[in-house]
């Protein structure tokens, strides 16, 4: 079975702290993908990567940046996070060439106060 | 990009066939539509995909009419543990160097009762 584990699944920050959520999966996957969920809002793509060293803004990059040094690490950051970033962050993958059927972490409720 | 919009909430009862549909007005011809189960506390699984017509797999069917502006899951005979939120997706099939965004819908809370 394919795994994706994420870091934390529940983290409290303050408001400016720089914060980092970690990803792994164990299936050699090339793609990446962070995500967040919000009530109403549904799940709204990060950033992804597809690739090593490679990534891609989604739909709402704004106040994110994203690493990825090694193929089973991709790790999302909140620069200096601010409480509308408070929110259910969800890490995905998948193998190259198969965009849909995504593997999905737990997900990391991140409370920023 | 394809907005997707489904409904909000479903009932339904043990052994029924539940049909969640999944509008998407502006699908690209490029975009595939995928749809995931999610329960509470736990990252979404994948269902099924397609680009038209019927998929059919063990656990689901996805009919997808000609116009492809909308998208039906059904799934036979449900049970208590089919309780979820379903989700509609619809994106190109590459997203790097195409600009191509993927785009959740709001989902649907299926409630089964026994």
């Known amino acids: 079975d394919v795994k994706v584990t994420q870091s934390s699944r529940y983290l409290v920050k303050r408001t400016g702290e720089k914060v980092f959520l970690e990803c792994v999966q164990d299936?050699?996957?090339?793609?990446m993908f962070w995500y967040r969920q919000d009530p109403g809002l549904g799940l709204r793509l990060i950033y992804f990567?597809?690739?090593?060293?490679?990534?891609e803004k989604g739909d709402i990059p704004e106040g994110y940046s994203v690493s990825r040094e090694k193929k089973e690490r991709f790790s999302l950051i909140l620069e200096s996070a601010s409480t509308n970033q408070t929110s259910m962050y969800l890490c995905?993958?998948?193998?190259?060439?198969?965009?849909?059927?995504?593997?999905f972490g737990p997900g990391t409720r991140l409370t920023v106060t | 990009l394809a907005k997707t919009t489904q409904p909000i909430s479903m009932d339904s009862y043990e052994g029924q066939e539940v049909n969640i549909t999944c509008s998407h007005n502006?699908?690209?011809?490029?975009?595939?539509i995928t749809w995931y189960q999610q329960f509470p506390s736990q990252g979404p699984r994948f269902i099924i995909q397609?680009?038209?017509t019927k998929v059919t797999n063990e656990v689901a069917s996805l009919f997808i009419p000609a116009d492809r502006k909308s998208s039906t899951l059904s799934l036979p005979r449900v049970s208590l543990s089919d309780t979820a939120v379903y989700y509609c997706?619809?994106?190109?099939?590459?997203?790097?160097?195409?600009?191509?965004?993927?785009?959740f819908g709001q989902g649907t809370e299926l409630s089964v009762k026994p």
């Open positions: 995905a993958s998948n193998p190259r060439g198969q965009t849909y059927e995504q593997y």
């Open positions: 299936m050699d996957h090339e793609n």
């Open positions: 990567s597809y690739d090593v060293k490679m990534k």
């Open positions: 502006n699908i690209a011809t490029n975009d595939y």
């Open positions: 397609g680009y038209k």
């Open positions: 997706l619809v994106g190109p099939p590459l997203l790097y160097n195409q600009g191509g965004k993927l785009i």
